[in-house]
């Protein structure tokens, strides 16, 4: 499948469970370059730089901007991004822009992962009803690819954490496929694999 420049990442479930979003920039080696590269709810870095006379405080700043990677080619939308309750009347969403003609050089692979807010409660993938990914043109919101990610999660029913999708680049070119990696032990572990 031929990838447009940009698109948004649409991960939906239905279940009474408060599920993350976030993605893994990744160098050839498999490592982290910078902590930037790290995009999750509450990353330091910020889809538009911290500017004392348009907010009050840096937490004002962190709770009215969305985090985003180092070069801003990947960025955490907020929840609300789609009105849910109009085009998918059950479905929870959480959504990931992504910008390919803004990744740096060094990038050679983008993880997508998906995670149990709270780490410390029973909740785990296990409890969904159901759960979708559908990338969508980022102009007119239009799937062009859709996931069934039920049989994903049936294989490690209590896991916390899961890696479910990667973009690789190869001779310039992206590549988007379904993963299969689970973690009981959350998102912790998979930054620390990579990190």
Known sequence: MDLPSS?????????????????LLLSEKEKILDEADFVFYS????????DQNKFV???????????A????????????????????????SEYLKVSLLKVRPEISKILFMASIYDFDSNFHFGLTEDCQIEL????????FASYNMIPIISKVP?????????????NHKWCFQIIEESFSEGLQAIVEKYC
């Open 7 to 23: 698109f948004i990442l649409d991960f939906k479930w239905i279940g009474n469970l408060n599920v993350d979003l976030s993605a």
């Open 136 to 143: 969508l043109a980022k102009g007119t919101l239009a799937p």
């Open 57 to 67: 405080s840096r937490r004002q700043w962190i709770e009215h901007t969305n985090p």
């Open 158 to 170: 209590n896991a916390k954490a899961i890696v479910f999708a990667e973009l690789s680049r190869s």
């Open 69 to 92: 990677s180092l070069d801003q080619s990947v960025e955490l939308l907020s929840d609300d991004y789609i009105d849910s309750d109009e085009l998918y009347s059950d479905y929870c």
């Open 43 to 50: 990353s330091r870095n910020r889809s538009i730089p911290f």
